[in-house]
């Protein structure tokens, strides 16, 4: 269903009906909006909380950090293969979001037990996990090939708005209510709640747009497909296993994977790229905690643009165009850059990277992704970046500990524009077709 | 290839099951927020704790007094005060300024404070003996933890926490600094000091530094260094001058050298028992010998001595939002002794030796 045709005119008629952006993703958008005003003002204020209020030292809270992040990769993968498997996506969707906010009321349920505590964030994850995937695919489902990335990147302006809310409304709400933690945390839960329900209410499992891609449309997805193997657009339910995972044999789908994990591998997480900020810049450490705003607002002002730039130059030179932003920053710390506008620019570059090529990376998987894989093949997506991120921090760490910061960065960046250029052999995208 | 059309999503009825939802929700929020204002204002500030003075506090020439943050429910919640070290559960004498962590030393008062707000915000002020203002630095939005002045009153020293949001979830950092008060020199962070461990340099990109201690020199002090992911902390000890560190044990958090420079009280990390997970110790710096302390509750406190022998410390009370002062025999005999009910972030007056 698109905004402009849900009354009178019939879908995907004109071309300018076809660049809205489906109200089912709209829909998304504002769970997402609120599901993360709701977490973000509780991981805003838990720093505060554990040593105010619990008295706890937070050191410990990271030591069952892996092994809890494996437990949510795997549920990320059972939750998507069972919301491909059935047509799932939206009452996996639905799961994931509910036990995260059931998590809103379990903080204050388990008080200063750390064990509590964490088990609490490990579900809370968990919920994360499990619906990442299965919203991917409905926005991705809701949307035509063609608008792809203009979905994604509406999706995550709106949850983007929803990180940067959440802070300043549970600040807001503690300077009312004193030290009264579990006010917030019982706000954070009624926003969730509210969340849970708009997608429960108002998005639908069975977007219209998959139904009515017409040939013409699933032509050109296909066009992409590189591999023999890949499977011919299957609309009816595929029972056998060796059929519902054949996106895995894929070969366009394989590179994009490798891609992602050597490119994820080379970019440095968020912490150390603040933790570097941190260590050069007086006014950076002061404000630590705001830096993440500051990457947040040109993430939140790009992904429309960027997805949009996405549909038309094609999404994979956006990815890479994207970590060349972040190769900038990378570069701009090894040179100690420092003051107010070094950290603008730093924090400008890494909002870029991220609004370049988050959108557009789910455009570019969804092209190779038939839709009864598509949750499955973003959960994969999904995990492998996690994985990455995970074998980058262990990198980086070793690599700091035995050779400095500007070494380390150094290398990071060199690394990251070899990934680029075999980034760039692999996937050629042949934009004369990509754009309709 | 067209399959029916599908009824219309937003419709009347999920309209108003959603507008029901919606304002049923806000009023449990706002319901409970207010309850908890309520039950938070009642906890600190309705109480049979001291009001506060007319006059702020006047701390010149104090000796035989403990200075600190006055947590009795009551109109004096949150402000500092003194009591008799004579007398600490008699008559609290509460001033006018309001301070989340406390420390003084010979006339110098380091006040880590909070101002809420949208974003908050804290500082970190250097006192005078009369409670005036000489100094206040912008601690961003790092928030208090720790605070040390040395026993001469020159040296201030603040540990804060500084953490990242929920995309670098787990890291939890602190940053400390040190103000010479007497040349308003300041060391923002012991971050980029050296570090020597076993004789060979050792810089950890997730290093960490709290609970600075200072020796009588001014230059040479004790600190917490911790490399967050190992989940191990060392005490080190520091040059200002040379801004290096020497790693000289395993195991140690919150050092705080007594008076006659021997020992080093700290937290010893004696298990992963979340509700036990420190016990108060002391360090023979002469001869490395560690003795546990009487004091068999977990405290999360860098402590202070009272005397050559004694250390005093903060726990929580048993309701949640107040603490209260206890001391111990720092030799590991005898028994812990409540100092007083509703307080927290104790120093012991001294005059100091300028």
Redesign the interface.
Known sequence: ?YLSS?RSTPLGVTASATRRVA??VV?LGVVSLLTDIS??MV??VL??YY???L?????????L?GLFNGASVFLRLVGAHLADRFRARKPVAVAGYALSAVCKLGLPAVG????GLSTV?AVD?SGKGLRTAPRDALISLSSTPETQGRAFGVHRMMDTAG?FCG??AA??????????Y??VF??S???A??GV??LL????E?P?AS??R??GNCAKAEEHRSAPSAPAQPIGPLDSATGARAYLRNAAFRRTCLCVLLLETATI????V??TL??QD?LA??????L?LGTAAPYLLLSLPLGSLADRFGPWRLYLGGHVCFALVLALLAGSVSGPLGLVLVLGLHGTFYAATDAPLMAHTARLLPDHARTSGFAVMQSLQALGMFASSLL??VA??LQ??RW?LEVFGVALLLCLGAAALLIRPRTAKESP | MTSAPDSPVITRGRLITFAVAFALLAALGIDYGVHAAHRENRLTHQGPGAAPAAQDLDLTGATGEILFRDTEPGPGFGFLATVRRSDPTGPRTVGQTSCERVYAAAGTVVCLSTEYGAIPSHHVRILDAKLKQQREIDLGAGAPNRARISADGRMASWTVFTSGDSYASNTFSTRTSILDVRTGTLTPTLEDFSVSKDGTSYLPVDRNFWGVTFSSDDNTFYATMSPISTGKTYLVRGDLAKRALTVLRENVECPSLSPDGTRIAFKKRVGTDTTHPWRLSVLDLATGRETQLAETHSVDDQAAWLDDSTVAYALPAAQRSTSDLWSVPADGNGAPALLLHGGFSPAALTTGTR
């Open positions: 269903m849900s109200a089912n829909m977490s973000e991981s805003s720093p505060l040593t105010s209020v008295g706890l030292t937070m050191l410990q809270t990271g030591f950090d200063a037990s750390l064990a964030l994850r990180a802070p300043l600040f807001a709400l503690l300077s009312v209510v004193a030290t009264a579990d006010a019982m706000a839960f009624c926003v709640v509210l329900l708009v209410l108002f998005v639908r069975r219209r139904h009515h017409g040939a997480s968020d912490a150390f603040y933790l941190q260590r007086d450490a002061r404000w630590f905690p705001l993440a980086f760490g700091y500990r400095g910061s380390t």
